[in-house]
Each structure stands twice: as structure tokens, then as C-alpha cells.
């Protein structure tokens, strides 16, 4: 349970993730990134942080799969390299501060446009994969089962779009990801965007009927997309 894909079967991790998770890895350059800008605006040097930075970037060299042409999901497990095609491998172009750009970004968008995403979120495990579990359903073992390894989530969708943008460097067609999401305000909470969905088609509603990270990353990706105006130099598009 190291990650946000946290669910467990009785005594067993569903997706243990035991290693280097590519969101964590990240996350970790944009905190270093982040910092090192606070410290030069406050008149230091932030040389230390620059160079922490600059080594968190070059090490994530280590996660890039080039023959799916994509990111692993976690690098340095137990097994070794894990190669599931999740949607964690976002982060790496939609965060402020972008690791992956050019050719891999669109490897990256292009795969999971392909395998995860859907209109209600992006799909947590490509069905391509033997563990793929299409319905979210039965008793909690089979729910709790399914949670990851599959069942769509909403909250994804924000990642999604702002990695397409800033690979495609088409604001328009960024929204348009999370255009759909406006019929499931009249669907089951009122208003509101629920938590998970079924990963096969007709993607029916699953677990709470409001969750707050799914309106907020939609609501998030909307406005920093909007604010573009088909710009993109302060998004670091290309």
C-alpha cells in the first residue's frame, strides 16, 4: 500500500508497487524544482536544489520502456522493471515542471489514449492485461480486487488532458477530454462527479456517487487549459 492504488484482499496488496513508482519519481522532481525556485526568489543560492533536481531528472532515464514506448510503472522492484500499462505514467508530462517531452510525452499520451482512456476517466490497467478486471462488482474480495486493476477513475482525467496538452500543444482538443463529464452532473449525485466507473463499455457508475478529487481535477484541468488561449509557452509545450 505505497501508492494511491492502496487496495487489499484480506492479508494481500492488490498492487504492492514495491520499488520506484513513476508518479512518485515525478512528483519528487517537481517538489526539487519547486523548491529551488522558492530559494532564488528569496535571494539565496539554490544550487544544491538544482542539482538534486538535475539528478532526479536524468535518473528517470531508467524508466522509459522502449519497446512499448512508454514509462514503466515502477522501476528497482522486487521482480524487477514492472511494464503494466497504468495511467500513473502521466504525471511525468502533465506536472508543472514536464520530465518526459517531445517524442516520449506523445509515447506516453498515445498509449494510454489508446489503452486507458475512456469518457468517464482513465481506465487503471490496460485490458490488454491477464489481470484486467472490466466490472466492479461482487462482494468486497472482488471489489477490492478490481479497484485497480481496471475500474475507472475520474480524477485521472485532469492528468490526461493536461499531458495531452502539453504534447500536442492544442488546448481545444485537451478540453474536449473533459466535455463529457458534464452529463454525468444529471447521472447520480446531482451535481456532482462520482468516484469510479466500470471499465467496459457502458462504463456504469460504480462506489461513491460524489467524490471530491473527481471534481477537482476536472474543475483543475479546465481552468489551467482554459487559461492558455492556445498559447502554450508558459505550459513548456513545445
Not at 8 to 30: K, Q
Request: hydrophobic share 45%.
Amino acid at each position: 500500500q505505497l501508492t494511491w492504488m492502496d487496495a487489499m484482499v484480506g492479508d494481500g496488496v492488490v498492487t504492492p508497487r514495491a520499488g520506484t513508482p513513476v508518479e512518485i519519481a515525478a512528483l519528487w522532481y517537481n517538489a526539487l524544482e519547486r523548491v529551488a525556485a522558492l530559494v532564488r526568489a528569496s535571494g539565496r543560492a539554490a544550487d544544491a536544489y538544482e542539482a538534486l533536481a538535475k539528478r532526479a531528472r536524468a535518473g528517470f532515464e531508467r524508466f522509459w520502456n522502449a519497446g512499448a514506448g512508454c514509462c514503466y510503472d515502477v522501476v528497482d522492484g522486487p521482480a524487477g522493471n514492472d511494464a503494466s500499462v497504468r495511467p500513473n505514467q502521466l504525471f511525468a508530462v502533465s506536472l508543472p515542471h514536464a520530465v518526459l517531452d517531445g517524442e516520449r510525452a506523445r509515447g506516453v499520451v498515445d498509449v494510454c489514449a489508446r489503452l486507458l482512456l475512456t469518457s468517464c476517466g482513465l481506465r487503471t490497467l490496460s485490458p490488454e492485461d491477464p489481470r484486467f478486471a472490466p466490472h466492479y462488482g461482487g462482494d468486497q474480495r472482488q471489489r477490492d480486487g478490481a479497484y485497480h486493476q481496471g475500474t475507472v477513475w475520474p480524477w485521472l482525467i485532469g492528468a490526461f488532458a493536461c499531458a495531452h496538452a502539453r504534447a500536442y500543444g492544442d488546448a481545444a482538443t485537451a478540453r474536449s477530454f473533459l466535455e463529457p463529464f458534464a452529463d454525468q452532473l444529471r447521472e447520480r449525485g446531482l451535481g456532482t462527479i462520482g468516484e469510479i466507473a466500470d471499465a467496459a463499455a457502458p462504463f456504469a457508475g460504480r462506489g461513491a456517487i460524489a467524490q471530491a478529487w473527481s471534481i477537482a481535477e476536472i474543475l483543475r484541468a479546465w481552468t489551467d487549459l482554459s487559461t492558455l488561449h492556445g498559447t502554450f509557452e508558459e505550459y513548456g509545450a513545445p
